[in-house]
Structure formats: structure tokens, C-alpha cells
């Protein structure tokens, strides 16, 4: 009874892997649906990731009275699990007096964009 059961299981396995590969588009397609998913996932990610730091921020500050001198302060005081990474494993700063959160991925971009006008 558990071999008809395992053979079912193994051809439907195959089966549906097939109708997949069917109905897949040409890899080059693909591809660059992928990587445009991945961009927009990476900035999404970026995205949340900031989020969550201001949030700590406001929490640590609520119960503090008075900001976090860094986001190392808000690790070290149990506001956020570990300092955080994004998917390019560049992290995150905190500027206290702005109370501003930033990527170090979005400013290398930034940084990026500028230095082709400087060239011009």
C-alpha cells in the first residue's frame, strides 16, 4: 500500500515538473524578469529594513527620553536583534541630530548618479 502510494506521489511529482517546463518562457525572458524582480525586492528590502530601525528609534526614545546614540546602541539594548544587512551585505547609519535613517547601498547610489554631471 505505501509503494502505490510513493509511485503515485513520484509521478505526479514528475508530471507537474513537466506541465512546468512546459509552460515556461525562453530563459532570456526569463532572466530579465528576474533580475528586475530582484531589483525591485532588493529596494523593497532596503525599504522595510529602514522602517524597522525608525521604529526601534521611536520605541527606544519612548522609553528612554532621549534617542539612540547609534544603531549599535539600539542592538546592544535589546530594541533590534542584530544590526542590519541588506541583500548587498551594506549596512544601515543613524544620524541622531537629523534623525535621519540612510542605506549605504541608496548613498553609493546617489553618490553614483552625481559623479557622471561632475564629469560633464
Known amino acids: 500500500m505505501r509503494v502505490i502510494k510513493l509511485k503515485n506521489l513520484i509521478l505526479l ?3 507537474s515538473s513537466l506541465v512546468f517546463c512546459l509552460s515556461c518562457q525562453p530563459a532570456e ?3 530579465e ?3 528586475q ?3 525591485t525586492a532588493q529596494r523593497h528590502d532596503i525599504n522595510m529594513k529602514i ?3 525608525e521604529t526601534a528609534i521611536i520605541t527606544f526614545e519612548m522609553d528612554n527620553m532621549r534617542k539612540p546614540k547609534n544603531i549599535r546602541e539600539l542592538v546592544e539594548k535589546g530594541y533590534i536583534g542584530s544590526e542590519p544587512k541588506d541583500s ?3 549596512g544601515f547609519k543613524y ?3 537629523k534623525n535621519i535613517v ?3 547601498t541608496f548613498q553609493e547610489i546617489e553618490k553614483q548618479k552625481k559623479e557622471p554631471e561632475k564629469n560633464n
Open 51 to 53: 522602517k524597522l530601525i
Open 95 to 97: 544620524d541622531p541630530v
Open 88 to 90: 548587498f551585505g551594506n
Open 13 to 15: 511529482i514528475i508530471l
Open 102 to 104: 540612510t542605506s549605504d
Open 37 to 39: 524582480t530582484l531589483s
Open 29 to 31: 525572458q526569463y532572466v
Open 33 to 35: 524578469v528576474n533580475i
